[in-house]
């Protein structure tokens, strides 16, 4: 696939360059918690902006109905985004509408503007072709080059993400390279061994295609996170009021049949009479939670296996919390497993989504691990080897 670099060589002066970012942050009472997705796309839109084009940035936030919604406005982006980059953003109040035409006409060299949330329009996730394309064709309108740097999109087949790339010539982002250049290296035969995987989140469901994907290549996959139970119950343990998928019992029970002892689950857990900040809690066996009580993050014990798991790996690759770790009482276990990560001498890959968001939370310095993943779900379905349309589309 071309890259920015290509384009860049290209010289941009004066050409304006479409650019499909990943700004989808959590938004709180219009506040941003958490930038990171903005500081991802930066060098991007810095080089393009260096080198005297006219940036378009568009991108979507949360999931609105196919019309305006304010709570889903990109309008406190485009603030962070100018603070970050020390120069105005133009913001445009429609997709493609007249603040859209107005402020990218008003463009000049150098100069940078950011579209309204583009799911404010049907037509970007239509599963009709044609209206998905005739929203497409408005945007590229917009630009004379594309510059997806999506990556946490690129498994969408999105008007954004896939259509605006046929219609235009297209070119990878420095942040959807990197990714590609990780998941590559995850998914080599030549791995650097021992490998290990820490899987958490709430339900196996979510992560049954990726665990099947990557059972056979790994040598220890650590699971927490809600998605223990599941596991837990299908060994014949009592879960008490825990988060259980019933219907993935007898699944899972084969996968811990065929993965002898690769998979690895808590020995103890931190359960809750409910599910709250000041609910009254207990550590207790895996194989004892209380009738009623719900586990909401593994032991210190689990924690403390899961570290020596983790010890002497040369590759890891984290998606998950391994507990609900946006309450006090229930953190340590994902703080815990996460600063083992950081202590591994070989390379670390945190999967984006959740697992990104509790770094960041947590206060555990990025830089501490060999990357930070933009997009959990693109890089699941990457590892599952599934084919993701924004890539294939940029490599065409």
Not at 52 to 65: D, F
Not at 106 to 119: I, P, S, T
């Amino acid at each position: 696939m071309k890259t920015l670099d290509d384009l860049l060589g290209e010289g941009v002066r004066g050409r304006r360059v479409l650019v499909r970012a990943d700004l989808n942050v959590p938004l709180s009472d219009g506040q941003i918690s958490d930038d990171g997705r903005i500081r991802a796309v930066l060098p991007t839109l810095t080089a393009l902006r260096d080198g005297g084009a006219r940036v378009v940035v568009c991108s979507h936030l949360g999931r609105p109905k196919g019309a305006p919604d304010p709570k889903y406005s990109l309008a406190p982006v485009a603030d962070r985004m100018a603070q970050l980059l020390g120069s105005p953003v133009a913001f445009a109040t429609d997709t493609v509408g007249d603040s859209a035409q107005q402020t990218v006409g008003g463009l000049g060299d150098g100069e940078l503007a950011l579209l309204e949330n583009l799911r404010f329009n049907p037509g970007e996730t239509s599963k009709d072709d044609a209206e998905r394309l005739a929203f497409a064709r408005q945007l590229a309108a917009f630009g004379e080059a594309y510059v997806d740097d999506a990556f946490g999109a690129v498994h969408r087949k999105h008007a954004s993400v896939y259509d605006v790339a046929t219609l235009l010539p297209h070119y990878a982002g420095g942040l959807v390279v990197g990714e590609v250049e990780v998941l590559r290296r995850l998914t080599s035969d030549e791995v650097a061994r021992p490998y290990v995987v820490v899987l958490g989140g709430s339900k196996v469901s979510d992560k049954l295609a990726v665990i099947q994907a990557l059972l056979p290549k790994v040598d220890k996959l650590l699971i927490g996170g809600g998605m223990c139970f599941t596991f837990l119950k299908a060994q014949g343990h009592g879960v008490g009021a825990s988060l259980l998928e019933d219907d993935m019992v007898e699944t899972c029970r084969g996968l811990l049949a065929q993965a002898g002892d690769k998979i690895v689950l808590p020995v103890d857990i931190v359960a809750a009479d409910k599910f709250a900040a000041d609910a009254q809690t207990q550590t207790v066996p895996a194989d004892s939670i209380p009738e009623g009580w719900l586990g909401l993050d593994i032991g210190p014990e689990t924690v403390a296996g899961f570290a020596d798991a983790l010890t002497g790996a040369r590759t890891v690759f984290w998606n998950g919390p391994m507990g609900v770790f946006e309450l006090e009482p229930f953190a340590a276990g994902t703080r815990g497993v996460a600063e083992a990560i950081t202590k591994v001498d070989g390379f670390t890959v945190v999967g984006g989504g959740d697992s990104a968001a509790a770094v960041r939370k947590l206060g555990i310095p990025e830089d501490a691990f060999g990357h930070i993943s933009t997009g959990g779900g693109a890089s699941l379905e990457y590892l599952e080897g599934k084919k993701l349309p924004g890539l294939e589309v940029l490599e065409s």
